[in-house]
Structure formats: C-alpha cells, structure tokens
C-alpha cells in the first residue's frame, strides 16, 4: 500500500471513531417538579448520541428516599434531535415517581450503562457509564392530610362493591364475599394502600389476596387493585358489616374526597326446616324392607349434624386457606422469585395476617421487636429494593431472617404475649418510606 492509500486508510478510521465516540448526552427532567403527596411524577430520562444511536441497557438503582420508584414501562421511545447543529439520536424513557411524605426530595441514582452504536451495518459499539443530574422533588401534602399515610392524589378515582351472594339473609354455615374494586388514573395498583377489613363478632373472617392489575399504553397508565374478604356465620343473629371510607385527593378540582361504601346488615338464622327435619321419620315408618329402614336410620341420626358438620368442614377449609401459615407460604415463594412487586403485595398481607390492629403492621417494627441486629441489617437491603422497585439480590439471606424472626413472634405468641400489640409505623418519624405492600 502506498503512503496516499495510507492516509486515506487513517482518514477512515479516525472518522468512523469519533462517530462511535462522540458527544453522548444524557438528561433528565421531572414533570411536574412540584407536586402533590401520592401525586404521579414522571423522570423522563433522554440518551442521545451524536451521528450515532444511543440506548440505556442498564439504569442501576435509582432511589428517591421518601417515594416510590417504578421502573420503566417499556423498552423506550426512539428519537431524533439536532444540538449544535449536529444529529443526534437516541432513547427516551419514562420512570414514575409517588411521593410519600411532604418536603424536598432527592434523587438518588447509581452510574447508568449506555450503549452507543454507529451508524450503518455491522457498526462497532461503545459502551459509557454516566451519571444523572442532580435533581429534586417538592412534594406537598393536600390541605387536610398532612397526617394521612398512603394517600392517593389522582385525577380520577372510583370505588365500587359487589357482594356474593347478592342476599341480606343467610342460615348458620352459609358464607358472603366482599368483593371491592379500586381504580385510579396515572397510580398502580400497588401504590394503592391495603384496605382494613374489620372483623365482625360472631362471623368467621377471611381476607383474600389482592388482585392487582395495570393498563399502560402511550404514557397514560390505569391501575385497578381488586381486595376482597368472607364472611362466615358461625351462629345465630343479627350483623352489621361495616362500610368502608375511602379518602383521596383530586388533583384536578384539588379538593380533598371521600367515597363510602355502604355497609350490609345481615340475618343469620340457626333455625333447620321443620319439613326436613321430620322427612326422615316418615319415610322410616313407611319403610318396608330392613336395608332401606337401616339407610333411613343413618339418615335421620346424621341429619341433625349437618349444620355444624358443614360449619367445622367450612372453618378448616377457610381457616386452613388464609391461615398465617399459607401467608407466610406465599411470601417465601415470592421471595424466591426475586420480583419486587409480588414481594411487596405478600409481605403485607402477611404482616397483616399476624396481628389485627387499627393501624397496618409494619416490617421494621416487626423485625425491631423480634428481629437482632443482623436481621434489621438484611431487612433494611429488603425495603431499600422494595423502595427502588429492584430485584433482590440475597434472597437466601432474606428467607432466613424472617424465617428466625417468625419463630420468635410464634414463641412469644404462646406464651401469650404480642397479642393485640400494635405494630410501629413503616418509618416512624423519618422521611424514608418503602413499597404495596
């Protein structure tokens, strides 16, 4: 090759680099920067690369104490832009943002992976580690609820019931469901605090597992969650099922409201029909043959048990379904699977389950009581990848520490103490709140 092919070789090469290596521009901004307490704030978040294409393939751990981050929706937005004259092209992506406390929050974020690829077939690529700016959140809590925990500032909210079966009167045995649907426009299902069922005495009580379910679609984002409890007649009687208040903030008419919904009062009766109960002896004494007077027999000696054969049959199987155990169950095989969403809803409910009080049981206050050190060191890894919405990374360590943690609470239980105990708040007195669950 002569000199001339040379420098023409060397002319290529230096061209081709500083297209793979060029300008890369990374940008963030919230929309809105000041917003309300359980407001949806939106991290847009741009890579751009210049006559190159960028892309993030990863974002490491962004956290803003005192909120919720969700990850993004999808896989980003491809775009175009001229700076300085020059083309750019890149991703943009979208992360929201619940505040959970009022004040000035900040972001926290880890170094961010970005890929940048040159123009044309069979392109070299680059990859960079950069960093977010800078930025902060001024949340403000609505007139009025200031001291509301999980409050939920949307634009549009709806509440409904439904009740199965559709009937006010029932007999001892029979049971009724609850069923409550929430929606809310720009809030996920999980962002939805969890309902308080109040148990009623004399009917056997059995929450259910929440149901959670989101639509996204070109930025706009609807969340239903869908909680439901039986209710179980053990005896006799009248009942009232209480209603439940909901109170969230609009942020459009900016106005704080309450949806009710209406309670139920129930008439249990324990009275068996008299036309049943003396079936059996008339056949009997009709009977003619020694085997079917025998069957009638048995008839007529079980036929008064049916009632409270069928209640104890219906007390195992509800009892053994939403038992602390199957809780505790669920939990652990959420934790195995490492996604933050489920573990969050199953934790809840667990921690629910283990004690009802008026106020929602907290983990950290769970593991302050029955915890030691090296639990709350884990568990503390535990809320920041709830708060984060990240995978968790020691799982082992995490089944461990709550499976120690419980057996203590089982101990202390049996000796009769930690019953009707109130758990702590999540964070009490701080500024740090973890995920729904």
């Known amino acids: 090759m002569n000199m001339r092919g040379i420098a023409l070789w060397l002319c290529c090469l230096s061209l081709s680099a500083t297209a793979v290596g060029g300008e890369v521009v990374l940008r963030a901004r919230l929309t809105p920067q000041q917003a309300w307490v359980g407001q949806r704030v939106i991290l847009q978040v741009d890579v751009l690369a210049a006559d190159a294409w960028a892309r993030i393939t990863g974002f490491g751990r962004i956290a803003i104490p005192g909120a919720y981050v969700l990850p993004p929706q999808d896989q980003g937005v491809h775009f175009q832009e001229t700076l300085d004259g020059a083309s750019h092209a890149g991703q943009r992506y979208e992360l929201f943002i619940y505040p959970q406390r009022a004040g000035e929050l900040q972001l926290k974020a880890e170094p961010i992976e970005v890929r940048v690829r040159a123009l044309g077939i069979d392109a070299d690529e680059t990859l960079h580690t950069m960093s977010l700016p ?136 324990g009275a068996a029909d008299a036309s049943m109960e003396t079936g059996g002896d008339d056949l009997k004494e009709r009977a003619f043959f020694w085997p079917v007077a025998g069957l009638l027999l048995l008839i007529a000696v079980l ?112 000796r009769g103490a930690g019953r009707g105990a109130e758990l702590p708040p999540l964070n009490p007195g701080t500024s740090e709140k973890g995920a729904s669950t």
């Open 134 to 269: 800078p930025l902060t959140i001024t949340s403000v809590a609505p007139p009025g609820a200031a001291d509301m925990e999980g409050l939920i500032s949307t634009r549009e909210l709806t509440a409904n019931q439904t009740w199965e079966p559709q009937r006010t009167e029932l007999k001892v045995g029979d049971s009724i469901r609850r069923i409550v649907r929430l929606r809310a426009a720009d809030v996920p299902g999980m962002a939805f605090p969890p309902l308080r069922f109040s148990p009623v005495e004399g009917l056997g009580f059995y929450p259910d597992e929440a149901r959670v379910e989101d639509a996204y679609h070109r930025g706009t984002l609807s969340g239903m969650r869908t909680e439901s409890v039986t209710y179980l007649a053990e005896r006799a009687g009248d009942f009232n099922l209480p209603p439940i208040t909901l109170t969230w903030w609009d942020t459009a008419g900016e106005k704080l409201r309450r949806i009710e919904l209406p309670g139920l009062r129930l008439s249990v009766s």
């Open 303 to 414: 036929f008064p048990l049916r009632r409270p054969l069928a209640v104890r049959w219906r007390n195992w199987r509800l009892a053994h379904e939403y038992s602390e155990a199957r809780y505790f169950h669920r939990l652990r095989a959420a934790i195995r699977a490492g996604d933050p969403g489920p573990v969050h809803r199953h934790l809840m409910h667990w921690l629910d389950r283990l004690e009802y009080t008026e106020q929602p049981a907290r983990l950290d206050g769970f593991i302050e009581r029955y915890g030691d050190e090296a639990g709350r060191r884990v568990m503390a890894q535990l809320q920041a990848s709830l708060n984060d919405n990240s995978r968790l990374t020691n799982r082992k360590e995490i089944l461990r520490v709550l499976g120690k943690t419980r057996r203590r609470w089982k101990r202390r239980v049996s």
